[in-house]
Structures are given as C-alpha cells and as structure tokens.
C-alpha cells in the first residue's frame, strides 16, 4: 500500500487551524494518509466498553460520517475502535490519533482498522516520531490533541477514572462542546457519563440525536438520499423480526426481499440484526 | 437328550437370536454352561436348579450341559434363566421340545421376572415365526411388535404348562401410547422469522440454530419441531424402540418421532452412547428418526460438541468397547439454542448487556466452526413485546404440517432427505437461470465458503419443495440467503 507520509509543522499550510487554539499546541505532527480538511468531532470512551457502548459508537460514528463530517478517535479498543469502524461503515475520512509513533500499531489488533481509515482519505497521526514506543503515561497528552483537532468531543462510555474524561476536560478546557451518553447509574462504564452530564456536559440519546445537536455547531448535515429499500426498516440495526412485523407482509417475501438487498451488499445481517449497508 | 431352545442378546440396538442348546447325559450329576457367558449368567444354574425343584418338577441329576451360541456375542444379566430351564427340561423329556423364544430371570420360587430384552425378543420370534414366552410385565411391550406371538407367562410352571399343552394361553394386549400430546405451534404467538424456520426445518430436515436471549421461547419453539415432523414408518418406529429397550427404557412402537434434551452437564457416555461392559445408547441414539435439542450449545464440553459431528454426518454413531465395536442409529434432526453472550441480552433492545466485545468473542468461539457448518438454518429469535404476548395465536400445528407432508413427499420421491443432499445432488438439481446467475453473485459478492454454497442450495431446495416447485427459482435462493444467518 502506498501512503504517504509526513511532518507538519506550526505555521505550516497543512497545519490544522483548530490546534492552533489550544493551549499547547504540538510542534509537528506526523501523517500517515492525509489530513481532511471538513470539521470533525471526537468520539471517545473507556477500552473496556460494554456491547452497548459498542454499538452505540458505532453508530454514531457512522452518522457523524454520513453527515460528512470527519470522526477523531485514538484507535484504542473498545468504544475508539467502533466509533473508527463506525466512520468507515458510513464512507466517511476519520483521523487516529495515536500516543506513540506512527509506524507502529497499538493495539496490534487495529492495525488493519488503521490502514482501512489512511486508505479512506483520513489520516492516522501522532506528535511522537517514528520509533516511540506506546507508554500509558504519553496518552493523556495525545488526547489533547483528539479534542484540540475536533469542534466538540461524545463521550459514549467511561468509568470514573480514565482517559476519556481527560479528554472531556481538556476539551472544555478548549472550549470545545463536551457530549455524553447517558447511562445506567450503577454501571461503572456509565458513571463517568452521567458524572459529565451532571457537571453540565450535553446528554446526547442516540445517533440522530447526536447528529441534530452537532448541526448547530457544524451547520447542516450533509444530505444523503434515502436508502430505498423494498421492506420497511424501522432503524438502522433492527432486527430481522422487526422488520418483518413493520413491514406487514408474508415473512416468506420479506425475507426474499432481504436475501436478495443482502446479496447486493445494501444490507447488512449480523446476529439477526439487520444494518444499512 | 438335546433340546434347543432361543434366546436374544442386543448388539446395540440390533436385537440378535441367540441359541441355547441344552444337552442331557450320563450319569454323573454335573451342570456346565459354556459359550461366553459373564457372572450373572453363569449363575444361572443355581437359579434354573432352585426354580426347577420349586415348581415341583425334578431337577435331572445328570451330566447337564448347556450352550449359548454364538459363541462370540458377549452375553449377560439373568435373561437367560427362563430359555435355559426351558431347553433343560426339554432335553430331560420333562417337556416337548418345540421352537420358542423365551426371555427373563427366574426367581428361586420359578416366578419370571421382567427381562430387558423383551421387544428384542419379539423381534426375533416374529422374524423366526415361532412363539415368544416372556415375563408378564414387559408382555404388553413385546406384543407391540407387529406379527409377535407373544405369551405372557407369570411362573416357570406355567411356561412349563404352555408348552406343553397343558394350559391356554393368556392372551395379552399390546402397550397402546396414547399419542403424547404435543406441543402446538399455535402456542408461538409473533415470531415470524422463528416460525418459518422451524418449518423449512420440518420440512428439509436441516438443522437448525436458535440464538436470542433467554425467556425469548428457544426452547418452545424446539419442542414444537416433532410436531411438524411426519409420523415414524412402523420399521423407523421399531428401530427407536430397540435403541430404547436397548437402553432399558420402555417406549414401545411408537409413530411419534422422539424428542430428546439433553442438559449440557451431561456426560459423553449419556450424550453419544458408551458405559462399562454392555453398551447404552446415548441421547443422540434414544432421539433417532426424531429431534435432539442441545439448549445452550456453547455450555456443552468441547469434547461433547466434537464427539457429535460425525454422528451426525452419518447418522450412526460407533462405539468401541472392550475389542468390540458397535454401531447405533443417531438418525437425528439437531436442534441448538444459545444466548448470543455470556449474560444474554446482546442486542436486545430492552435490557442492557452487560459484557464486553471480547466476552462475547470468547463465549462465540466455543461452538467451534466445523460444528456451525452442519446447521442449514440459523435464526436469531427476539424477546417478545407485551403486545405480541397478547396478539393472536399463530398458525397451528396441523396447517403447517400438511405443508411440511406435501414438501416431504417430494423428497421421498427423489429418495433422499434435502439435509443429506451431497454436492453432487445439489448440483444436479433443476434451477431456472435467472437464480442460479443471483446465486452465483450473491456467492461472489460474499465470498461464501463451499459449504456455505452447499447449505443455501440445500435450504433453497427446501422452498422450493414447499411451493411444490422442481426448479428453484430466484425467490428460493434469496429467501436461503436471508434465513442462513450469521453468527
């Protein structure tokens, strides 16, 4: 794969704007892809997400990349890793911003996650050069750097402690707005949410609501035409029954009718849940 | 003196004749018993000699010797006691010596005690045309075999009596199983997807996997397949109730495919057949010509769910026991249930999952891929709402399975089972252009494995069958596509 690789500096043209508001800006950055120029928002959370963080990452992820607008992450596990493959499912660029050089992939895992995202017009970057090895203690101050490049910052799950209420704070910091998902008050991965929430942070409900929120800072959303499909889809991630019941027919044809948008790559079935390709 | 008189041994679930010669002679008062048998048989002299003098008949104080041939099936337990006393007594010149079956244990007062074998007996004396004398208790199940003579005898003495001629013979009714009633579909309620793969299932005989959290009818839905299944022919019928009687188990001959759910604590053994010394059949033998439902799939042992795949390949299962080696039939349809994570909720809209993506992972990888490839169908079932508590009941069992007849039939008449269509069949089969070109991009587009290919084909073939069509049309293909799943 050719990618191209660069430094930019402060001062530079390729150097994004909205860093050099913050406080300390970094010196240079070091691109693997390309930076996109579209404003972005940061879609954070704890490593150790739960199945509704997940997916409730990804979604947004993808929403903000339907709305064309770009997703910032730090390519950890857990919710920064579904909200990148969110971006990806929705077509959009999205940016990784990692804590050690950019020629290595932490978690090894998201290697792939990371070549899909350059492949997809965005970027992957970092202000540590080549070689830096990924050290706990260099991640806070990456995260200034995912707040610093994104208009606002959703935090979709967080414990009490943790990177991602870093980042929330540095954002407000920044004067960035700060969205939070709210969550079950006894679960740990929500106590750092609802504590956001608590402390004036905006609740956001779910990816439309996220995108309508987001409207009024970045302007309107990018306009995609519909999907047409011929079987009522009551949400994107709907299940197979669902969609049978909404769509009212005989749920032989409904079936057929999902067999065949499957076959033709426009939806997606996975686990009984079915998704806009 | 000679008398010869039969007697049955099971290899598993095949219902063997087994010879007993009796042979009365000289002087010297001596029993022998040869031809391989273990402890309980070869006590059988003390009980036959007791039983004997008790019914008030004199025991010959000569050189007895009796033989069970052949001599190469193990034979056991205390059956024997009633044919060999029979067959000594014969040889005495106490009784006539006439062909019969006989089976059971004698007790030292010359009463007959039940014997295991019983239906196997039946079999045996039907298949020989000569009567079957067997304890009164298990009479009823022997005379469930069709063309059985059999003859229910209380005592030594009667039997005695019986053969001959002295007594009429009582005559015995066959066990009648009031058909089980079970469970109708038309208890579902919603569902629809879950429905219609339990009928293309029925209908295909596919193997089906439900996942879905708990309380969303996994196993409601499980139970209500043996009632869309078409009843058990008389020789499937009889085939079940050997591998029953086999396992000690009385289930007579019964046309309603049995259904089995074994819980995943269960052992090898129990699951695919085994035990010390003779052998038993296992669940997946007891649910043969029916269906054998694995709730929670992933919570059965690794080394349970790999003993399973060839068995179910074949549709017997061989056990290997002591330098003999005996296959069973395991003719089963395989129903599997599991929560889609460890604690169930994934994906369900109202109650919230508690687990991580790696939990979940690692809870999915436990059901290994080879295992996964065998299920044609796999449905996600969904938690009921109120509303849908409520709603109507569904289609009943009777509708449905006037469908899943009608698409069987066809099978039968193309001779084999839509599950068990090789590749070679599948590619033989009638497909009108335009669905086999959108197979052949749905594949490309996918990257769907062979066997992956195979089992949309083969479920395709199902629908097909269902609208009564010979060529499968591009309806059929989609509508494979839509219920294959993922996981």
């Known amino acids: 794969m050719v990618t191209t690789v660069a430094i930019v500096s402060r001062g530079d043209p390729g150097y994004p704007a909205q860093l050099e508001e913050i406080a300390d800006p970094p010196d240079r950055l070091w691109v693997r892809g390309t930076l996109p120029p579209t404003p972005a928002v940061a879609i954070v959370g704890t490593r150790r997400a739960t199945r509704y963080g997940l997916s409730l990452a990804r979604e947004m992820g993808r929403a903000v990349a339907l709305a064309g607008w770009v997703v910032v992450s730090g390519l950890a596990r857990g919710v920064d890793g579904a909200a990148h493959r969110g971006c990806l499912d929705g077509g959009g660029a999205g940016i990784a911003v990692l804590g050690c050089g950019i020629d290595i992939w932490y978690p090894p895992e998201h290697q792939r996650l990371g070549e899909e995202l350059v492949a997809g017009e965005g970027a992957v970057v970092s202000e540590y050069p080549p070689g830096t090895r990924p050290e706990p203690w260099r991640f806070p101050a990456r995260n200034r750097i995912i707040s610093g490049l994104s208009a606002a910052v959703v935090v979709v799950e967080a414990a009490e402690k943790g990177g991602a209420l870093i980042t929330a704070r540095l954002a407000a910091e920044q004067g960035r707005d700060v969205f939070a998902v709210p969550g079950d008050v006894h679960r740990e991965t929500s106590l750092g949410t609802n504590l956001l929430i608590r402390d004036g942070a905006i609740p956001v409900l779910g990816a439309a609501d996220l995108v309508e929120a987001l409207s009024l800072i970045l302007g309107p959303p990018r306009t995609h035409t519909d999907v047409d499909l011929p079987f009522a889809m009551p949400y994107d991630g709907a299940t197979v029954e669902e969609v049978i019941a909404a769509s009212g027919g005989d749920t032989a044809e409904v079936l057929q009718s999902l067999g065949r948008m499957e076959a033709e790559g426009r939806v997606r079935i996975e686990a009984g849940q079915v998704f806009i390709a | ?487």
């Open chain 2, 1 to 487: 003196m000679f008398a010869e008189t039969t007697s049955v041994t099971m290899v598993g679930a095949e219902p063997r004749p087994v010879r007993v010669e009796a042979h009365v002679g000289g002087a010297k008062d001596v029993f022998k018993l040869s031809g391989l048998p273990d402890t309980a048989v070869r006590e059988a002299k003390e009980r036959v000699r007791a039983a004997v003098t008790s019914s008030s008949m004199s025991f010959p104080a000569r050189h007895i010797t009796v033989n069970l041939a052949p001599a190469d099936l193990p034979k056991g337990g205390a059956d024997y006691d009633l044919p060999i006393a029979l067959g000594v007594l014969g040889a005495a010149g106490t009784i006539p010596a006439r062909p019969i079956v006989a089976l059971g244990e004698l007790a030292l007062d010359g009463t007959v005690r039940a014997g295991r074998g019983a239906l196997g007996a039946a079999i045996v004396a039907s298949r020989m045309g000569i009567p079957c004398l067997v304890a009164d208790e298990v009479a009823p199940e022997a005379a469930s075999v069709a063309g059985a003579d059999v003859v229910p005898v209380r005592t030594l003495a009667e039997a005695v009596a019986v053969v001959s001629g002295e007594a009429r013979r009582r005559s015995v009714e066959a066990t009648r199983r009031i058909r089980p009633s079970v469970p109708d579909l038309a208890d579902v309620r919603g569902q629809p997807l879950a429905r219609r793969a339990l009928e293309v299932a029925a209908a295909g005989g596919h193997h089906l996997f439900l996942h879905g959290p708990p309380g969303s009818g996994k196993s409601m839905l499980a139970q209500r397949l043996v009632g869309l299944l078409p009843t058990l022919s008389d020789e499937k019928a009889l085939e079940t109730a050997c591998v029953w009687a086999a396992a000690g188990r009385i289930r007579g001959v019964d046309p309603t495919p049995p259904f089995r759910a074994p819980h995943h604590t269960a052992s090898l053994a129990a699951l695919i057949g085994g035990g010390t010394g003779t052998i038993v059949p296992g669940e997946i033998s007891l649910a043969t010509h029916g269906v054998l439902f694995l709730d929670e799939l992933g919570e059965f042992p690794a080394r349970s769910l790999d003993a399973l795949r060839q068995p179910l390949e074949e549709g017997e299962v061989a056990i290997a026991r002591r330098g003999m080696s005996v296959t069973l039939p395991a003719e089963v349809q395989l129903v599997a249930a599991t929560n889609p994570c460890p604690c169930g909720y994934a994906g369900d809209r109202v109650q919230a999952c508690q687990c991580s993506q790696t939990d979940i992972q690692r809870y999915r990888r436990r059901i290994s891929g080879p295992l996964l490839d065998r299920f044609d169908l796999r449905v996600a079932v969904r938690r009921l709402t109120g509303d849908e508590l409520q709603g109507p009941p569904g289609e009943p069992t009777a509708v449905v399975a006037s469908r899943v007849e009608a698409a069987r039939k066809r099978q039968t008449e193309r001779g084999v089972l839509n599950r068990d269509l090789t590749r070679a069949q599948l590619d033989s089969q009638p497909i009108e252009p335009a669905a086999g070109q959108f197979l052949h991009r749905a594949v490309d587009r996918s990257g769907l494995t062979a066997r992956g290919y195979d089992r949309i084909r083969r479920v395709a073939r199902t629908l097909a069958d269902l609208d009564e069509v010979d060529a499968i049309e591009e309806r059929h293909v989609a509508e494979a596509l839509a219920l294959r799943g993922s996981w």
